[in-house]
């Protein structure tokens, strides 16, 4: 290769080679070549992206911890990172960002993310359900859109002539304006409904199929609009809006009987290959296309492609999980904040300007919220649930967005109006679970919900929480082993809880039936009754101690939690969870209150449960526990003495072999501890050996099916290196009340 390099560089005569002689032109141009690097499109593109991802998790958990849905916080994380606060407070650092002719790279890549999500909002639709709820959810749904479209027309007439852009005809900002109004967000609504446990009842059903044909109806309302505005009269958007009626007709008789066929022969992970998910992807891509080339708008496509997609459960459950995480993590975050790029909240620098900012959401309010409310109690409703469907239906979210955008494209709205309608559409869906807690508290009756019921079952409560279904099982095992001969005066509780961002309309029946299989029928193998609990939730650590302490539970059992980053420096600095960046623990961090060089034996969720529940904790490191016949206890202090009443309880449900390690040499002598035990072997003679040795060997620990150890003294083990470590049986770490 040298001898290459040698002859080649003979070619270079007579070709004007430049050749750097200096150290500092070469440095020169290194550092040229690095700045012309971070300038790079596809540079900037990527940096944009991980900002964007970032700000999006961060302002998302924040929501999610003040009990609102993420999509606010993805929304306000868009108008941070715009010209409303970034942009206005650090205008050098905003424009190296986002850098105006970068804009277009994002919208684009925006638009593919809106395009999938779509489809999937389409796919989670189920059509089915119009048939059984018909007349209720018709009137309902129809209500919703006819009262706010007639509100926002009515609107638009008293602010066309000040906030219209010119050239723009006033049937096509009233329509806008109207279509707008009409919007309810389908999927912040079912999510919203799954996490407080109504999608079982009948009230969720309803609320459900009303917002599943408003969607239907909107969105058609829209496409209709669109073709008006672009065509710019009635008379002239026939053309286009016969065209989009022979599309629907296409996908409707001839694409949807194919597909269906193909679903039905490709149902499972195993035979949906690669050449079948690109049919449907090509499906999709076209019938965006379609739209796009009709004028109707590509979204329309999408949402229709992903309506006739095949309604069997197991596979839209299989195909909506291949797109929804690429749309809805890496892509939707985009759409959000280009939205917040051209959200500019400084435009509103007129109290004038707020009055017709307060009007708009007023009407919005009115329009949604009363008429959906109005139009349940006609129905037959009662109050309580005619108010909590129309608080529902005012929820607006993303889809707001994805119309606000199309108007502003289209040049139906100016900055300011585009401004105060975010600001509405952020309002709308704020106010949502708020107002469901006040239509439950002025409501309230003495229901037994499943907590109240936990209350009040037996002396001695035991809840299980655990996430992986095989996990739940041994979780039983050895909450059976506490309890197994308690005759009556004990209960068993498992509960599993999981983000509600990975399921959907189509998998939750399924995913619950599945999870609680194991435990269910490890239950009727012991004989032991359970009650069990599911739940979708934003934040699964706060709601099982929520669970906990209102059910007045004695033991919490968990398994371990592992962060992926446990025990890296990156981990340790940053706080990662296996999720996200924990943003609690570095703010800990940075304020002193705790370490970043902390050792801790447990990853934040766990350290959050153990610190906040009421009842006493059990983690149990599980090593294929199946029961306690023979059960290792090193005691390290005088504190760890109350871990004598859980071998207690084991001698006298299980029968248990138990062995005392008095590790810290103190306790042999001490007369409390000699004589609780002594107490517990004139009931049970020879279930207990103590032993002092200092050095436990491997054949002694792989002997004992379980180990207890106090919280206090597994840290002690875990900061020592203790060579038991590698060694120990399944554990379980108890954490006094």
């Known amino acids: 290769m040298y001898w290459v390099v040698q002859v080649g560089s003979k070619l270079e005569e007579d070709r004007n080679i430049i050749v750097p002689n200096s150290g500092n032109s070469q440095w020169k141009e290194f550092l040229n070549s690095l700045i012309y690097n971070f300038e790079h499109p596809l540079a900037i593109l990527l940096a944009q992206i991980v900002t964007i991802i970032l700000a999006a998790r961060f302002f998302g958990w924040i929501c999610s911890k003040i009990g609102q849905p993420t999509v606010i916080g993805e929304i306000i994380a868009g108008i941070v990172l715009g010209p409303s606060l970034i942009g206005y407070y650090f205008p050098e650092f905003f424009d190296s960002l986002f850098p105006v002719e970068s804009l277009g790279n994002l919208q684009f890549l925006s638009q593919i993310g809106l395009i999938l999500f779509m489809f999937v909002i389409g796919m989670e639709l189920d059509i089915s359900v119009l048939k059984n709820k018909a007349h209720d959810a018709v009137v309902i749904s129809h209500a919703s859109i006819i009262i706010p479209f007639a509100l926002g027309m009515g609107l638009a007439y008293y602010i066309y002539t000040s906030f219209s852009p010119d050239g723009v005809q006033f049937l096509s900002f009233g329509l806008f304006l109207g279509i707008a109004m009409s919007i309810t967000a389908f999927p912040v609504l079912a999510r919203i409904v799954q996490e407080r446990g109504m999608h079982k009842s009948r009230l969720g059903t309803v609320v459900i199929t009303c917002a599943a044909a408003d969607d239907i109806t909107a969105w058609c309302l829209l496409a209709a609009v669109i073709a008006i505005v672009k065509a710019g009269s009635f008379v002239s958007a026939l053309y286009t809006i016969g065209l989009a009626v022979l599309y629907v007709l296409i996908m409707i008789k001839v694409v949807r009987p194919f597909l269906k066929r193909v679903g039905d022969l490709h149902n499972t992970k195993e035979n949906l290959g690669k050449p079948i998910v690109a049919i449907f992807f090509l499906t999709l891509i076209l019938s965006a296309y379609a ?19 095949p309604i069997n459960a197991n596979f839209r459950n299989i195909f909506i999980e291949k797109v929804e995480d690429v749309a809805l993590v890496l892509l939707l975050p985009l759409f959000f904040v280009y939205t917040g790029l051209r959200t500019e909240i400084g435009l509103l620098n007129d109290p004038y300007l707020w009055k017709v900012t307060g009007m708009i959401i007023l009407v919005a309010i009115v329009g949604k919220f009363i008429g959906s409310a109005i139009a349940a109690k006609y129905v037959g409703q009662n109050w309580k649930d005619s108010l909590t469907i129309g608080a529902l239906m005012n929820t607006r979210g993303l889809m707001e967005l994805v119309v606000l955008n199309i108007g ?3 040049g139906v709205l100016t900055p300011e109006i585009f401004a105060m309608m975010v600001i509405m559409a952020l309002v709308t869906t704020f106010m949502t679970g708020p107002a469901l807690n006040l239509i439950n508290w002025t409501f309230k009756k003495n229901k037994k919900s499943a907590t109240n019921k936990i209350i009040q079952q037996g002396k001695y409560k035991i809840l299980i929480s655990f996430g992986h279904p095989e996990r739940g099982r041994s979780l039983l095992r050895l909450a059976h082993a506490f309890v197994k001969k308690a005759n009556g005066n ?14 959907n309309q189509h998998n939750s029946k399924q995913y619950e039936h599945d999870s609680f299989f194991p435990i269910k029928t490890e239950s009727e193998r012991l004989d032991q009754k359970i009650l069990t609990l599911f739940k979708a939730t934003h934040d699964i650590d706060s709601d099982i101690i929520d669970v906990t302490n ?8 968990i398994g371990e939690g592992q962060s992926i980053f446990e025990g890296s420096m990156l981990g340790k600095v940053l706080g990662f969870t296996t999720k996200i960046i924990s943003p609690e623990k570095f703010y800990n961090q940075v304020t002193g209150k ?19 529940s009421n009842a006493s ?11 306690a016949s023979s059960v290792f206890i090193p005691v390290f202090n005088e504190d760890d003495r109350f871990i004598l009443s859980y071998a207690q309880k084991l001698i006298k449900n299980s029968e248990s072999q138990i062995t005392f390690l008095d590790a810290s040499g103190k306790l042999y002598n001490n007369l409390e501890f000699k004589e609780s035990i002594r107490l517990i072997e004139q009931v049970a003679p020879n279930h207990i050996q103590l032993i002092k040795e200092k050095i436990i060997d491997r054949d002694f620990l792989q002997s004992q099916e379980l180990m207890i150890i106090s919280h206090q003294s597994w840290k002690e083990l875990i900061d020592t290196k203790s060579v038991w470590l590698a060694e120990i049986p399944s554990t379980l770490i108890l954490k006094e009340k």
């Open 617 to 627: 904790v059990g983690i149990l490191i599980d090593k294929g526990f199946e029961s």
């Open 490 to 503: 004990a209960s068993i509780s498992a509960m599993h809880l999981t983000p509600i961002d990975e399921i």
């Open 291 to 309: 739209t796009e080339v009709i004028g109707i708008h590509a979204l329309f496509g999408a949402f229709m492609a992903g309506a006739i997609m």
């Open 550 to 557: 209102r059910g007045n539970f004695d033991l919490l059992l």
């Open 594 to 612: 705790e370490g970043f060089f902390e050792n801790s034996p447990f990853d934040e969720r766990t350290k959050n449960i153990v610190k906040k």
């Open 408 to 410: 502003y494209d289209l």
